[in-house]
């Protein structure tokens, strides 16, 4: 109510201002749907958040106007041979040069679903975010799924609840801190 302890209202003919909506998005690249499951539930974390407007893409269909019209990132990718995906690589490719130096300081974080150890997949994310200048606002998450053999490599992913409410947890916090203007 008007006027009571702890209530704000503006001054009569005062325009209203309403905070204006943020955008997340999340590039991914799976081969066997761990890492699309991992991504989804950051996205679905994220969009908790009633202010952010959550997109999630695959690599080959982002590029250069998605990241521009992006405030925050999530970069998603298996381990492929300890390294990220090719299509993962391809995209930063192809984004690179056309948003460099016009994306500077926005937050990102990542997530890795590895068959044995992803921080090299990490590594070489971070490495290309330092060069867009983007802002690591989390550590790698890495789900380690423990395919070792040719037959589990290839086999279809089943991420587990912990997990995916890691990831998620991940999600809701970008989301939140970009919808507090943290990031």
């Not at 066997?32 to 997109?55: C, H, K, N, S, Y």
């Not at 056309?98 to 090299?120: K, T």
Request: hydrophobic letters at 45%.
């Amino acid at each position: 109510m008007p006027g009571q302890p702890g209530t704000l209202t503006a001054p009569a003919g005062a325009a209203q201002v309403t905070p204006a909506r943020k955008t997340l998005l999340v590039v991914y690249h799976t081969m066997t749907g761990g890492t699309l499951q991992m991504a989804r539930a950051a996205a679905d974390g994220a969009a908790r958040e009633p202010a952010i407007d959550v997109r999630l893409l695959h690599a080959a269909q982002a590029g250069p106007d998605d990241v521009l019209a992006a405030d925050g990132m999530i970069f998603a990718t298996p381990e492929n041979l300890a390294a990220m995906s090719g299509l993962m690589k391809d995209f930063f490719d192809r984004s690179y040069y056309p948003v460099l130096d016009r994306i500077n300081g926005r937050p990102y974080a990542c997530l890795i679903c590895a068959g044995s150890d992803g921080s090299n997949a990490a590594r070489q994310i971070e490495r290309i975010c330092t060069g867009w200048r983007l802002r690591l606002v989390a550590d790698a998450l890495i789900v380690c799924t423990h395919a070792q053999t040719p037959e589990d490599i290839l086999r279809e992913k089943h991420i587990g609840p912990l997990d995916l409410e890691r990831c998620a947890d991940l999600g809701a916090a970008i989301g939140a801190g970009l919808a507090m203007g943290i990031y």
